[in-house]
C-alpha cells in the first residue's frame, strides 16, 4: 500500500457505509496498492475499529491471510479474521495508527539517521519472526512499513508473501512488487528467500535516510538496470549507517549481511552510545560485494 493504510484520509470515497459479512461497517478508503484496497471499518459486533483488505485477486487471498497470521510479532500487522460477503473474500486486520514511511518520506522528508537506526532494528526484529514461520515478505518497501503513533513500526501488506508451510506459490505471468525495491536475484527470477527481504530491507533504510529510493531512475528500464547491478544512487545523509545499508545491498546474496550481521551494525552505529567498530564479517561482506 502506498497510502496511509489505517487513518481516514479520503474519507467518502469507495463504498462507505457498506456492511461486510453483517458485522463491518466501511468507512473511508485509507490505502489502494497493486494488490488490493483496504478500507477503516466498525465492527458493530464487538465496538471497535478495524481495517478491510479486499484483494484484486480473491484467489490468493487465503495465502496471503495465512501468510500474516502465522507470525505473531508485534513488528507485522496482526489478522483478526477472513471473512466471506457475497462470495467475495475480506482480510479483517487490527487497524493501526500513524503514517506509512513512504507518508513521511513524501510529507516531511528524510528521518534523523538515530530515527532510522531505530526503524532498521525494529524491522530486522519483525523479518526474523517472518522468516522463523517460513515466510518471505518479498515487498519490504517504504509503503509496506507503518510508523504508529505510538512509537511501534509494523510490517504490512503480505500479498505477495511466498509462504513455504502451504508450498511455494507458482510464478506469476508478470512481474510482482515494486521495481525499485526488488532485489537483483529476484528480477532474475531466482525463488524467493530471506536474503531478499535483507536487500529491500537496505533500499527501504536508504530511503528513509536519504529522502529518496536508492534505485528509481525515472524509467522502468534504467531503474532495473540500477537494482541488477545494485548500484545505489550516492549517499549524502546516511553518516555510521551507511556501511550496514551497503551490506545489506549487496548484489550476491551470499556476500549479503545477514539479519544477525545487519542487527550488530546497527547496534554498532548508535551514536548516542560508545562508539564500536562495524563488525568485521558485515564489513568484509560490503568490501567484496
Not at 458485522?23 to 488490493?36: D, I, S, T, V
Not at 516531511?108 to 523479518?127: K, N
Not at 518497501?141 to 504508529?148: F, T
Not at 550476491?252 to 564479517?281: F, H, I, K, S, W
Request: overall charge neutral; glycine content about 10%.
Amino acid at each position: 500500500m502506498e497510502t496511509l493504510p489505517y487513518e481516514p484520509r479520503h474519507a467518502g470515497t469507495g463504498p462507505a457505509g457498506r456492511l461486510v459479512a453483517g458485522r463491518y461497517r466501511l468507512g473511508a478508503l485509507l490505502g489502494r496498492g497493486g494488490m488490493g484496497s483496504v478500507w477503516l471499518a466498525d465492527d458493530e459486533l464487538l465496538g471497535r475499529p478495524v481495517a478491510l483488505k479486499r484483494a484484486d485477486e480473491p484467489g490468493r487471498t487465503l495465502d496471503e491471510a495465512r501468510a500474516a497470521a502465522s507470525v505473531v510479532h508485534r513488528g507485522t500487522v496482526r489478522i483478526l479474521d477472513l471473512v466471506r460477503d457475497g462470495g467475495e473474500p475480506w482480510i479483517v486486520m487490527e487497524a493501526l495508527s500513524g503514517r506509512t514511511l513512504a507518508d513521511v518520506l513524501r510529507e516531511d522528508g528524510p528521518l534523523a539517521v538515530e530515527r532510522v537506526r531505530r526503524v532498521g532494528l525494529s524491522l530486522l526484529d519483525a523479518l526474523e519472526a517472518v522468516h522463523r514461520a517460513g515466510i518471505v515478505h518479498r515487498d519490504v518497501k517504504p509503503g509496506n512499513v507503518q510508523l504508529c503513533a505510538e512509537g511501534r513500526v509494523v510490517l504490512i501488506d503480505f500479498g505477495i508473501a511466498c509462504s513455504w508451510a502451504y508450498g511455494p506459490r507458482p510464478p506469476a505471468e508478470g512481474f510482482e512488487g515494486s521495481p525499485a525495491y526488488v532485489s537483483p536475484e529476484q528480477l532474475r527470477g531466482a525463488p524467493p528467500e530471506p536474503a531478499s527481504d535483507l536487500f529491500t530491507l537496505g533500499a527501504t533504510l536508504y530511503a528513509a535516510v536519504e529522502g529518496r529510493s536508492p534505485f528509481d531512475r525515472g524509467d522502468l528500464f534504467a531503474t532495473m538496470l540500477a537494482v541488477t547491478e545494485a548500484t545505489p544512487a550516492p549517499f549524502r545523509l546516511a553518516g555510521p549507517l551507511r556501511p550496514v545499508i551497503e551490506g545489506l545491498l549487496a548484489a550476491d546474496p551470499a556476500r549479503r549481511c545477514t539479519l544477525g550481521q545487519a542487527r550488530e551494525a546497527l547496534v554498532a552505529a548508535d551514536v548516542t552510545a560508545v562508539r564500536r567498530p562495524m563488525p568485521e564479517t558485515c564489513a568484509r561482506r560490503m568490501i567484496k560485494a
